[in-house]
């Protein structure tokens, strides 16, 4: 219940940021800046999802296979 | 002269509806310019002392390349279509110990030879996206598949995107569904046990002679009844523009999985039951329960920060629970540097840290009376170190060429992981992106 409340305030904090228009994102458009794993860290993240107990929340494999060897 | 006067101006109100129309169209960006190629390679090779294959002690040693295929075509303004397809060559020296008695010194501590040593897994993902004419509305449907020689899975999803605020706030949500089959392959010695009635007559037992306990007889060991596993999960996503130079999305999955969720080939040896050996390598008292159904929740966020023309700074944060007991935490940091306009180098690290599962134990500490029993330590107590570095060449406009192909993007990184209970492994991947001349 905390946690929900933490990340609804949160939420709320975000709405009153500025809105930022599209000829302002010069910066934000940076390849570097992307929110997503590059491409070529697929593989980290199978060999992490087969190596450790944790997986999902980052975009990667969620389910399917074994993983067992 | 009037009436000519209303239909001139009622065909010059068509006629510029039909250009406002048109401007629409013209203006209207694709979502993917033209054909996009990426080639993908890994290089993972890792050991450690704590096989699971031979109830957590044992040679881990595995090495696996990973050749990949994902071209994108787009279809028309709207939709892309993109095939994933993928290789994954792997020999590991636990696995191959299911069966270590194709030696005449059967041992926990050295790479077997048998069937089981090598195996290949072929995966492939379809996916088709449509986004809206304003570029607000995302959509996405996929399916997928993927087999190797003890394994398959088909799965099949879908998600909705939603942009907002000046594309300044996106949410996003997605479902996915895996159907996966065993075809359980058992330890050696469980397997010929049952074959023979229970019995020490036949089979390996015919070929070697046991020591420590010559009366082998692992009582709790039947088949698994249970050949599939089942995984759904749901996905919600919230990214933020904050300001012109920090951009924040935050990620939770609900996961849940049923079915066979243990591995069948993985021994378990237990305190209140006396050892037997062949050779050296223990013979199984069981293979590892465990549950069949299990519940994750992992909530995670990244925050990207523009520092100045030279350097971004990108971090992740993941928090994770299931009802096996395990909590883990993940936190990543990432510093990219812009050599040139084309080149980026990222040095990167990653700490992990995870609980064990309420069902595990080490080697010989599980009883014959537990319920669930497992001692794969990828389900322990650890801390996990991993660090390394990228190289990264983009060209927006391909001007380095390959036929028809111009090169958009190269991708080179190097990690290495430590884990607190002794295994470590390196990774190197590859990418090379290509993007077809119109």
């Known amino acids: ?69 | 002269m009037k009436n000519y006067f209303f239909l001139l101006l009622f065909l010059c109100s068509f006629s510029l509806f039909g250009q406002e129309q048109d401007s629409t169209l013209v203006f209207k960006k694709r979502v993917l310019e033209s054909v996009e190629v990426d080639f993908l390679m890994s290089y993972y090779k890792q050991d450690g002392i704590h096989s699971a294959v031979s109830g957590g002690s044992g040679m881990e040693e595995l090495t696996d390349i990973t050749p990949t295929i994902v071209v994108a075509v787009p279809l028309n303004d709207d939709d892309v279509l993109t095939v994933d397809m993928g290789i994954s060559a792997y020999s590991s020296a636990s696995s191959g110990n299911i069966n270590p008695f194709d030696s005449a010194t059967p041992s926990p501590w050295q790479a077997s030879s048998g069937a089981s040593a090598k195996d290949v897994l072929t995966t492939l993902v379809i996916n088709y996206s449509h986004s809206s004419d304003d570029r607000n509305t995302i959509w996405n449907a996929h399916i997928s598949g993927s087999v190797e020689y003890d394994y398959s899975s088909i799965g099949f999803g879908g998600g909705l995107t939603k942009l907002f605020n000046d594309k300044n706030t996106e949410v996003g949500i997605a479902a996915n569904f895996y159907l996966d089959t065993w075809k359980p392959i058992y330890p050696k010695e469980l397997q010929d046990f049952a074959d023979n009635g229970n019995t020490l007559n036949g089979g390996i037992f015919d070929d070697f002679t046991i020591t420590g306990n010559t009366n082998y007889n692992p009582t709790n060991f039947v088949f698994q009844p249970e050949k599939n596993r089942n995984s759904f999960a749901l996905s919600f996503s919230f990214s933020q523009v904050l300001n012109k130079k920090t951009q924040l999305s935050i990620f939770a999955d609900v996961l849940h999985q049923q079915g066979l969720l243990s591995t069948p080939y993985q021994r378990v040896y237990f305190a209140d039951v006396s050892d037997s050996f062949i050779n050296e390598f223990q013979l199984a008292d069981d293979i590892e329960r465990l549950p069949d159904s299990r519940f994750k929740l992992p909530i995670g966020a990244r925050l990207n920060y523009y520092i100045n023309e030279k350097f971004v700074f990108r971090t992740y944060y993941r928090f994770y629970t299931d009802n096996w007991g395990i909590s883990s935490h993940t936190a990543s940091v990432e510093l990219p540097y812009k050599i040139t306009d084309r080149f980026t180098i990222f040095p990167m690290y990653r700490f992990y840290t995870q609980s064990a599962s309420k069902y595990f134990a080490p080697h010989e500490q599980h009883l014959s009376t537990d319920e669930f029993y497992t001692s794969d330590y990828d389900l322990s107590t650890f801390d996990a170190h991993q660090y390394g570095f990228g190289v990264n060449y983009t060209d927006i406009f391909t001007a380095s060429k390959i036929w028809k192909f111009g090169i958009k993007n190269i991708d080179f990184r190097y990690n290495h992981y430590s884990r607190s209970d002794g295994l470590e492994a390196n990774i190197v991947s590859f990418g090379i992106k290509f993007v077809l001349d119109k």
Do not use: H, W
Request: aromatic share 6%; proline share 1%.
């Open chain 1, 1 to 69: 219940m905390k946690n929900i409340i933490i990340l609804a305030l949160i939420l709320i904090a975000l709405q009153s940021c500025n809105s930022v228009k599209e000829y302002e994102k010069e910066k934000i458009n940076d390849p570097d800046m992307k929110l997503a794993a590059r491409s070529s860290e697929r593989f980290e993240t199978n060999f992490q999802v087969y190596r450790e107990a944790a997986a999902g929340a980052n975009g990667g494999k969620t389910g399917g296979g074994c993983g067992c060897n």
